[in-house]
């Protein structure tokens, strides 16, 4: 489970948290204020992300559970296994936690992901990519991050069907 594999909440946020906390100033600062208080400011967002990665590391592995077991008059036994689907595409709107959060589930499912965040967020997502991409390692590859921001990006995302 990748998740194991040195992703702690920890690691995270000393890895870069200057960067992420400049790219959710800069986020906050372009947006209205009713945006800011909406989504945050406050250094206790950064905790919570923190408590969420902590949570799902906490979470029994899914994969490899037994879901089902049936046996056949033939006295074949087949077993439903929870699997992991390989690499999910996620495009969601401006909340920066939703990146470290998404990064987290798919990881302890063992999956890949790719994260495209909106454009008011896309500094601090940036940061925070490279945080976890950072905190990964050698398995940084697995959270990938759509840097761009055209609307084209997405649609072409979407097109991976049999890749994503």
């Known amino acids: 489970m990748i998740l194991d594999a040195g992703w702690s909440g920890e690691t995270i ?3 870069d948290l200057a960067d992420a906390r400049k790219g959710l100033a800069a986020c906050y600062a372009a947006c209205a204020d009713d945006y800011a208080a909406k989504y945050g400011s406050r250094p206790s967002r950064f905790d919570a992300m923190v408590a969420g990665v902590r949570h799902v590391a906490t979470l029994p592995d899914p994969v490899g559970a037994t879901l089902a077991t049936v046996e056949r ?3 074949i ?3 439903k296994v929870r699997v992991p689907l ?3 595409a996620v ?3 401006s909340r920066p936690n939703v990146f470290v959060d998404t990064a987290a589930l798919c990881l302890k499912a063992g999956d890949a992901v790719v994260l495209r965040g909106g454009k ?3 500094e601090s997502n940036a940061a925070l990519a490279k945080c976890v991409r950072g905190a990964l390692g050698g398995l940084a590859d697995a959270v990938g991050f759509v840097d761009v921001l055209d ?3 997405v649609a072409e995302l979407v097109r991976q069907v049999g890749l994503v």
Do not use: D, K, L, N
Request: hydrophobic share 45%; proline share 5%.
């Open 13 to 15: 946020w000393t890895y």
């Open 91 to 93: 495009v969601f709107e």
């Open 73 to 75: 008059p033939s006295g």
């Open 86 to 88: 390989g690499v999910g």
């Open 120 to 122: 008011e967020a896309f």
């Open 151 to 153: 609307h084209a990006a």
């Open 77 to 79: 036994r087949i077993r």
